[in-house]
């Protein structure tokens, strides 16, 4: 199983970016995924999860609104759209799915400030 998150950066308040996750190694559409972050001192939290079909997607209260998980099912990638980045936001987000075990991305860095 191999999980490669793509698309972080820095982004001013207000900005937006879009990251990837490039899926190998499984049975991609058979499992939901998930996008988590952990910041700086703090613990991972989970932000987006969705479905194997892509059919059902929750979210973390604090980017409802703001950020959208979606998946491709033929490219095996997931990704998350975060619009209206907050310096709340900045933290390193990491791609996950899980299936008897937890698999991990290596983690793609999102710095939102001015």
């Known amino acids: 199983v191999q999980l490669v998150e793509s698309g972080g950066g820095l982004v001013q308040p207000g900005g937006s970016l879009r990251l990837s996750c490039a899926a190998s190694?499984?049975?991609?559409?058979?499992?939901?995924m998930s996008w988590y972050r952990q910041a700086p001192g703090k613990e991972r939290e989970l932000v987006a999860t969705?479905?194997?079909?892509?059919?059902?997607?929750k979210y973390a209260d604090s980017v409802k609104g703001r950020f959208t998980i979606s998946r491709n099912n033929a490219k095996n990638t997931v990704s998350l759209q975060m619009n209206s980045l907050k310096p709340e936001d900045t933290a390193g987000y990491y791609c996950?799915?899980?299936?008897?075990?937890?698999?991990w991305g290596q983690g793609t860095q999102v710095i939102v400030s001015s």
């Open positions: 996950h799915t899980e299936f008897g075990y937890d698999y």
């Open positions: 190694g499984f049975a991609f559409s058979w499992y939901g």
């Open positions: 969705i479905s194997g079909g892509g059919g059902d997607t």
